[in-house]
């Protein structure tokens, strides 16, 4: 005969499993109204993905929310979907939050992110949907709306003056969706949506697997999960030794150049306005410290550029040259119109050297810096030196030297890895 005491052991785990299991079931009859309304409500984001909310299990990093100074008190270890989306539909502004995502195969280090609540209240306040949406599926006009405030709607140009925006928008939309959707018609309104209040989703997609992008996960509603790509390149300024930041300027020049040149993308060029040390994320070798891995994580503020194949690449007055003010760090000029007209742009280029390679910039303080010693050639570093300056300054608008900042680029990462073969191999010796 078992024991009283184990008789109400055995009451007491019955008890509590109905307890879970009715809670999970809960749970999920929350979860399955939430994304049934989410859905249809205005503005839902899937793109296409089937992607299920009832697929997806989000919790909260909370040491990395930690070690940015973010905290939870309200919420225990374990954020449930629902909890999540409750969370993010009373945030005003956009809102990131850092987890592991469990998908149906795998587990993962992910980022939730989205537009805020403020984002869609002003795009619901412009848009008339009967009117506007029902013009877009009777008569395929593609445009725009104009916003108010600080939001963000995508920005898309061609230097062919033939091409009209309602084109432009359609065959952009048609890259971004996924091929098996089922209902075309609905994931290309998504993409129109997605224009207006979350540019960073459509360009995500676009740029899918080129190795400078984030992964996207899964998509649930008006909220997307995307690879969590390490802390950022502010949080490891400091920290980081010279060969490592070495690496770190040579991967923006490279990211810089292929975002216009085609590598990244054969139909478009991406140009970034805001490229700053916040925006971009870096993963350190665990074995050896060197640098791993940089991604930009900030896709918003971009101008996109359909490229045309047919202007020769060997044309220098097709080069749009940017101009330089002096005006601190985190303060970068640009032009649209002219970016849009050129056959590419050095904006990028400018943009790396003016946020990071100059003196400013503290990247490479100590070549940037005259009064700093280095164990590398001297020679070699007067010339990075001279060159990172010329990346600079010494470019005239009206007046194109015969070489340009794309070109003054190439010769920038050939003498970044001269000095970075002799750093390391400097450090090698001495270990030996």
């Known amino acids: 005969m078992p024991s009283i005491s184990t008789l109400i052991l055995y009451v007491a785990v019955v008890l509590v499993a109905f307890y ?42 909370y040491k990395k929310h930690a070690d940015l100074g973010i ?40 980022v939730a992110k989205g537009p805020g609540r403020n984002c869609f209240e002003m795009f619901e306040q412009t848009v008339n949907i009967a009117t506007d949406i029902n013009t877009i599926i009777t008569y395929g006009q593609w445009t725009l709306l104009p916003l108010s405030g600080d939001s963000h709607s995508l920005e898309i140009c061609s230097k062919d003056i033939k091409s009209f925006q309602n084109a432009l928008l359609y065959s ?3 890259s971004v969706i996924s091929d098996d959707s089922d209902n075309k018609s609905h ?3 998504e993409a129109w949506i997605a224009a207006h209040v979350s540019v960073e989703l459509l360009v995500l997609k676009v740029l899918h697997g080129y190795r400078y992008v984030p992964n996207i996960y899964a998509t649930c509603g008006r909220v997307y999960f995307v690879e969590d790509c390490g802390y950022t390149l502010q949080y490891h300024m400091s920290k980081m030794n010279l060969s490592n930041r070495l690496l770190v300027a040579k991967e923006l020049l490279t990211l810089a150049l292929e975002l216009a040149d085609g590598t990244a993308h054969q139909s478009y060029s991406f140009y970034l306005t805001d490229l700053t040390a916040d925006n971009i994320a870096i993963k350190l070798n665990k074995t050896s410290g060197l640098l791993q891995s940089l991604k930009v994580i900030d896709w918003s503020d971009v101008i996109i550029v359909v490229n045309n194949h047919s202007l020769k690449k ?25 970016i849009c007209q050129s056959r590419v742009s050095d904006h990028n280029i400018y943009a790396v050297c003016k946020e990071f390679l100059s003196k400013d910039g503290k990247l490479l303080h100590e070549i940037t810096d005259s009064d700093k010693t280095m164990k590398s050639p001297e020679k070699e570093v007067k010339n990075l030196a001279s060159l990172l300056n010329n990346c600079l300054w010494n470019f005239d608008i009206e007046k194109q030297s015969e070489i340009n ?19 390391t191999s400097n450090i090698t010796n001495n270990v030996l």
């Open 71 to 110: 905290f939870f008190s309200n919420y225990a270890s374990y954020m449930s979907m629902v909890s999540l989306f409750k969370l993010w539909t009373s945030q005003r502004n956009d809102k990131i939050f850092f987890g592991t995502l469990k998908l149906n195969d795998k587990t993962v280090s992910a």
């Open 20 to 61: 879970l299991n009715d809670r999970n079931s809960t749970n999920i009859k929350l979860l399955d109204s939430y994304e049934h309304n989410i859905n249809i409500t205005f503005g839902p984001l899937n793109l296409g993905n089937d992607s299920s909310c009832n697929a997806l299990d989000f919790q909260l990093n």
């Open 172 to 174: 952009f939309f048609n």
């Open 405 to 423: 900042r794309l070109d003054i680029a190439k010769l920038i990462i050939k003498s970044i890895q001269l000095i970075y073969d002799f750093e």
């Open 314 to 338: 060997t044309d220098n007055d097709n080069i749009h040259v940017s101009k330089h003010i002096d005006c601190g760090p985190g303060c970068l000029s640009y032009s649209k119109e002219e």
């Open 187 to 189: 994931s290309l309104i």
